[in-house]
């Protein structure tokens, strides 16, 4: 591990989040925001051992922080939202919920596949006479 850098850390903490080490975890997580504090998967990933913890308020300001950090976080928010809901916070719970609706939102219309991208990929090649291949791309829009 090379430890001047955050990376080091977040992938350190990464495995002992995955082997269920949860105080493990958040010393490395901590680390890695020492390096560099708007290193956001290092607080969504805080926050996912503070609810393994039992902390479900500390959860939802670390869910708070990395949706604050990265604006394409869909879930930190909709995850908050189940926290501060558990804890008679409805205000933030429909502030979150908005949040991580509309970044759902914007993140899917991102992801939608353009229909002449498909019609033209050479990897559709096999698939192109099958008829629920012609019912996908008929219902795609240009």
């Known amino acids: ?8 850390h977040l992938a350190h903490g990464f495995w002992y989040f995955a082997n269920k080490q949860y105080p493990e975890a958040e010393i490395d997580f901590f680390k890695a925001l020492e390096i560099d504090p708007k290193l956001a998967p290092a607080y969504h990933y ?5 609810i393994f913890q039992g902390q479900s308020l500390d959860a939802a300001e670390y869910f708070t922080k990395s949706m604050e950090l990265n604006i394409e976080d869909y879930e930190s928010p909709l995850l908050a939202v189940a926290l501060y809901s558990k804890s008679d916070d409805q205000e933030n719970a429909i502030k979150h919920a908005k949040i991580g609706v509309e970044r759902v939102r914007k993140h899917v219309e991102n992801s939608i596949t353009s229909k002449r991208w498909i019609e033209h990929d ?21």
């Open 1 to 8: 591990m090379a430890p001047e850098y955050s990376e080091s």
């Open 46 to 50: 805080l926050a996912r051992c503070k």
């Open 122 to 142: 050479p990897d559709m090649e096999s698939i192109r006479n099958l008829p629920r291949y012609q019912i996908v791309v008929n219902s795609l829009e240009n």
